[in-house]
């Protein structure tokens, strides 16, 4: 007898999204008002919100661990100091201007703008005061840490692990012990996060059953227009970032090395993840690009689970389509601070599915931002990561030749003229 197969994870969300709506269209009919729907709705909420719970309980140990793990294990740098400092800095920029772009075309476009959500909220809405700029500076690190993660303060919590886990690479064979236990306590609470993921359906189901209840179906016109703008800054970044990056800094042809990395960009964008991306972009790397295969071995894996230009992207769009959802006005200055945080925080995490939807709670739950919309897009994910993912992925290969071609080791001849080039060496 064959085994019945498992249902993915993404299709129960879907599953929980349409069930939501047609409940949600259902209670809208008879009347958000009668004292059937005034009864079943804040059952519902309460799904949702139990969702919301979860995930803000994992958000705090995880990019504590996570980031402490990523820098401590950062090791290889002292044996490729030279590759490794480009690599970060490029990762730096990157992640810097395509969250700019996410944020910049979400100010643009405004997709969440037109309707405003903010009754759905049990909890006043108080977005934080504008800081000063010495106050800016200052709260990039915390005077009492403890405090700092009882409030889930992000931007402490980043700068207090990086220096922890700079400390304990400076601290070298004598702080392996603690290196090892962060490592436990990272796949801990990546493992805690898989748990917390499995009620996303549930979750979904709940807050999007209550706010098709609110506003009717004409609620997705917003969801419609925030994948549009998503996918459109991720096209621009490669488009425009990558493109120049290539041709200034790598100084080939753009377009031939969109071809030869397309593979590797494909089966991202169809998987969502880096991981099964990761083989074929080593390979066709250093077999059909050029770069010299210790660079690639370096600069893709750490790529991998530390270049997140998508994902970045996401954070910036998200936290302006939740802000435009319920009518809040983001100061220039906090959507600065956005960019910088998101950027550190899509380097600092590493890839793990739904990790890009746990952490925008994070950036939202750091503004004041009410985190009812969140369920919008967690139905449509899976659809927005596809992008983030290959987007990721194309990102590492454009670091590496943007490396290669600084150290003065970049095969240009074979990435010009094709992998029909490669020398026995590099294959």
């Given at each position: 007898m064959r085994k019945a197969r498992k249902l993915k994870l993404s299709y129960k969300i879907f599953i929980g999204l349409f069930l939501g709506i047609i409940v949600g269209a259902i209670l809208s009919a008879i009347g958000k008002d009668t004292p059937?729907?005034?009864?079943?709705?804040?059952?519902?909420?309460?799904?949702?919100?139990?969702?919301?719970?979860?995930?803000r309980m994992v958000v705090?140990?995880?990019?504590?661990?996570?980031?402490?793990?990523?820098?401590?294990?950062?090791?290889?740098?002292?044996?490729?100091?030279?590759?490794?400092?480009k690599t970060l800095i490029f990762f730096l920029l990157t992640g810097f201007l395509s969250i700019g772009t996410g944020?910049?075309?979400?100010?643009?476009?405004?997709?969440?703008?037109?309707?405003?959500?903010?009754?759905?909220?049990?909890?006043?809405?108080?977005?934080?005061?504008?800081?000063?700029?010495?106050?800016?500076?200052?709260?990039?690190?915390?005077?009492?840490?403890?405090?700092s993660l009882v409030e889930g303060e992000m931007l402490h919590i980043i700068s207090f692990a990086i220096f922890v886990g700079a400390a304990l690479l400076l601290m070298g064979e004598r702080g392996k012990p603690i290196v090892d236990?962060?490592?436990?306590?990272?796949?801990?609470?990546?493992?805690?996060?898989?748990?917390?993921?499995?009620?996303?359906?549930?979750?979904?189901?709940?807050?999007?059953?209550?706010?098709?209840?609110?506003?009717?179906?004409?609620?997705?016109?917003?969801v419609f227009k925030f994948i549009l703008v998503d996918y459109g800054a991720n096209i621009f970044t490669i488009a425009v970032f990558y493109s120049l990056i290539i041709y200034f800094i790598g100084r080939v042809n753009p377009i031939k090395f969109f071809k030869k990395a397309f593979e590797s960009w494909a089966i991202a964008f169809s998987t969502c993840s880096s991981a099964a991306a990761l083989p074929v972009a080593m390979k066709n790397g250093v077999n059909e690009m050029g770069i010299p295969k210790d660079t690639a071995s370096f600069v893709l894996p750490l790529g991998a689970t530390a270049n997140m230009n998508g994902t970045g992207i996401y954070f910036g769009v998200i936290v302006l389509f939740a802000a435009q959802l319920y009518g809040i006005d983001i100061s220039i200055s906090q959507q600065i601070m956005l960019v910088l945080t998101a950027t550190m925080l899509s380097?600092?995490?590493?890839?793990?599915?739904?990790?890009?939807?746990?952490?925008?709670?994070?950036l939202l739950t750091n503004l004041g931002i009410p985190l009812d919309g969140i369920a919008l897009i967690a139905g449509v994910y899976r659809i927005v990561d596809q992008i983030h993912t290959s987007t990721n992925s194309m990102g590492d290969l454009v670091v590496a030749v943007a490396v290669s071609s600084m150290e003065g080791d970049?095969?240009?001849?074979?990435?010009?003229y094709g992998g029909m080039f490669a020398t026995s060496e590099a294959k």
């Open positions: 059937f729907v005034e009864t079943v709705v804040p059952w519902l909420g309460l799904l949702g919100d139990l969702f919301l719970r979860l995930i705090v140990p995880l990019v504590l661990f996570s980031i402490t793990s990523g820098v401590a294990n950062l090791n290889e740098i002292k044996k490729l100091r030279s590759v490794g400092i944020v910049v075309m979400a100010n643009i476009f405004k997709p969440g703008a037109g309707l405003n959500i903010a009754e759905l909220s049990a909890d006043a809405i108080e977005i934080q005061e504008l800081p000063t700029v010495f106050e800016t500076i200052l709260g990039l690190f915390p005077a009492n840490i403890f405090e236990l962060v490592d436990r306590l990272s796949d801990m609470m990546y493992r805690v996060v898989d748990i917390v993921i499995q009620f996303t359906p549930i979750g979904v189901f709940g807050l999007m059953a209550k706010a098709v209840t609110a506003f009717g179906v004409g609620i997705f016109g917003p380097i600092g995490c590493a890839a793990a599915p739904q990790t890009g939807l746990i952490i925008s709670i994070a970049l095969d240009r001849e074979l990435l010009e």
